[in-house]
């Protein structure tokens, strides 16, 4: 069978299966696209591919000048009542250091913008992080400090004695906190994948200091992505030495307390004063460890996926170059999937799957009977796409060979089996056994699901309408104990577009069984650049938001504090224009369960407005009435 054959393959193999495999050789499947308007049910196929997304060249564009006070927009639409709050987006604000550019989209200088909701208006701010990195290139106008993809510049005016004691030292490494956005505890930090946060006043977009967790605990590096806690506790994985060896540590940064000491004094403690190791794990290559965006959690399991894109410590060291020439790529190597205990921070179980690489989790839950744990992840069939993120590499997309597969992200569901097994089982043996892992729904569910149905004019239902064995949909996860006493699991396919920035109802169900999912699509085969889809993981269903020549940034669900289901809320995204509206940004608002749009903000801003990364959407808290005397 193909899964024995592949876990016994000698690792020094020319290549290994990949993920993908089984979902790009099976026959494209049949998908309908309905449009909303059309209520006699009629399915229409046919799509305009001579506009896509490689006519998109805003990932080069420049902020000129930022917005430092608040912008009034024109507002279309309602508004609803409950929606107060502030959106905070973090993406690279500008390539350019005087007659420079840097080499690569992840080096761009961090840009935050904002948009703020409050009764029924919205406005619009932007201001650039003012980390070390970018208050000295622009002093000096030339690129100081080394970033992800681009080379600093050496100071000409400096000696051959400094540039030689330069290279043990710390001093270049950047600042420069362009990904992501988080809060810990009641402040707003932009986040890269080195130790360094900026905090940011989430009213004046002002940078207010930086913090070091160098200075609070032993980490090198760490994901741009933690995770937030309904209590306010903040999880991270972050890669350090510890027990002299280089691991990767599950770092808990508890909310902020105040403690007496002995002599009677209070003291108060930050998260960053309480980062604790709760987990830890020895990495597969000491000198070659994987590259790590995002990590899962549930109930009771912090999830590490190690894929094998690995970065080359002795490289970085010895040839002093940017991260991204030491990353290298193994296609004969298999990606690991541990399970850690949260109570004691030990491994429980690693599973073995096929080849992928990976920037995002969408999610991660235990089953209701605590027998499985489900693992859904944006996967591409390799790495390539980080080498075509070079800004020369971005100006040629249309030159770049099977640019479908270079792009083609696919949401896969792995579901690990965590019983108990037995060295008996044949190694053909399926483990997964359970007819649905939405065990929570089914429960709730009456017989007939009756789901959302769309009534605006950008709102799509893409749909299987003809169900065969061929069709990729309908492949189901596998999961296998071979006779070594490994786990080898292949996934099962989400949904049949390309999608990436996934994000959830994350305020209830963050590491809890899920059934929704929002994200961008970059499928050629609609007209349009950007799609945003919410993809229904229960019935295999999509609808997508979409309008010509608008790019949208990455959805964000807010959910509706008095709402029951689990989509009942608002869907957030900033949009930005392709050609001749580089100077607008908007605000657009989607009803979340049938995902119309509801609400429109577009601002006219002075310069242009670059493509952003990632946010985050603070609701502001609602006081009830039946409070209020």
């Known amino acids: ?16 299966p990949n993920v993908l495999d089984a979902f790009e050789d099976a026959e494209p499947r049949t998908s309908e696209v309905y449009d909303s308007t059309n209520h006699n049910g009629n399915c229409s196929t046919s799509r305009d591919t001579s506009r896509d997304f490689r006519d998109n060249l805003v990932w080069l564009r420049n902020c000129e000048q930022e917005v430092v006070e608040p912008l009034a927009g024109e507002l279309t639409g309602n508004i609803p009542k409950w929606l107060k709050g502030t959106l905070l987006r973090n993406g ?17 200088s961090a840009l935050v913008h904002r ?36 080379k600093s510049m050496p100071d000409p005016c400096r000696s051959i004695f400094h540039r030689v004691s330069s290279m043990f030292s710390q001093e270049e490494l950047t600042d420069n906190t362009m990904v992501s956005v988080y809060p810990f505890g009641d402040e707003f930090y932009t986040i890269t994948e080195m130790p360094v946060m900026h905090r940011i006043d989430p009213t004046t977009l002002q940078t207010i200091n930086k913090v070091k967790l160098t200075d609070y605990i032993n980490i090198v590096h760490h994901t741009a992505h933690p995770l937030v806690m309904s209590d306010g506790t903040v999880y991270n994985i972050g890669m350090g030495i510890r027990r002299r060896k280089l691991q990767y540590n599950v770092v808990c940064f508890y909310p902020r307390r105040e403690i007496t000491d002995k002599a009677g004094n209070k003291k ?23 590259y790590m965006h995002s990590f899962g959690i549930t109930d009771n399991y912090f999830i590490i996926v190690v894929q094998p894109l690995t970065l080359s410590i002795s490289k970085m060291m010895i040839k002093r170059q940017p991260p991204v020439s030491s990353l290298k790529w193994h ?33 991660q839950f235990e089953t209701r009977d605590e027998q499985y744990v489900v693992l859904d992840i944006c996967c591409y069939r390799d790495s390539k796409l980080i080498e075509h993120l070079y800004v ?3 100006k040629n997309l249309k030159e770049i060979p099977d ?34 892992v939405h065990q929570n729904l089914v429960k709730q569910l009456v017989p007939n699901v009756v789901d959302h149905i769309a009534n605006g004019t950008n709102c799509n239902v893409v749909t299987d309408c003809k169900v065969d064995c061929k069709n990729a949909l309908q492949r189901k996860p596998t999961a296998h104990r071979l006779s070594d006493g490994s786990f080898f699991v292949k996934p099962e396919l989400l949904c049949d577009l390309w999608c990436e920035m996934p994000r959830i109802n994350d305020s209830s169900h963050l590491g809890k069984e899920y059934r929704y999912f929002y994200a961008i699509s970059y499928d050629t085969d ?23 020549d608008v790019i949208a940034n990455e959805p964000i669900f807010v959910a509706n504090p008095n709402g029951k289901n689990e989509d009942d809320g608002v869907v957030v995204s900033s949009l930005i224009w392709m050609k001749n509206y580089e100077n607008r940004v908007a605000l657009l608002i989607l009803d979340a369960a049938t995902f119309t749009e509801i609400a429109r903000a577009t601002f006219d801003t002075p310069g242009p407005v670059p493509k952003c990364l990632h946010g985050w959407f603070s609701l502001d808290k609602q006081i009830s009435v039946d409070t209020i005397e």
């Open 392 to 394: 020369e590499s971005v």
């Open 526 to 548: 609609f007209n349009n650049a950007t799609t945003i889809i919410k993809v229904d993981t229960y019935q295999k269903t999509v609808k997508t938001w979409q309008e010509e």
């Open 268 to 290: 108060e403690l930050s998260m960053f004063d309480q980062a604790t190791y709760v987990a830890s794990i020895p990495c597969r290559r000491q000198l070659n460890p994987s």
């Open 115 to 150: 948009f703020r909701i409050e009764n029924g208006e919205v406005t619009y701010q932007s201001r650039f992080v003012q980390s070390d990195a970018y208050k000295e290139n622009k002093a000096a106008q030339r690129i100081v400090f080394t970033e992800f993809g681009t």
């Open 92 to 108: 690279l604000g500008s390539l350019k250091v005087g007659e420079h550019t840097f080499q690569h989209l992840f080096d761009g």
């Open 1 to 16: 069978m193909k899964f024995f054959k592949y876990c016994v393959a000698s690792p020094t193999a020319d290549k290994l």
């Open 403 to 436: 640019l479908k597969k270079l792009l083609g992200g696919k949401p896969l569901r792995f579901v690990l089996p965590m019983k108990r097994t037995h060295a008996g089982i044949p190694p053909d043996h399926n483990l997964i056994t359970v007819e649905t």
């Open 331 to 363: 296609k004969n190597k298999s990606t690991l999937i541990h399970v850690i205990s949260r109570g004691t921070g030990r491994l429980v179980r690693t599973f073995v799957s096929e080849t992928f690489f990976f920037f995002h989790i969408i999610n």
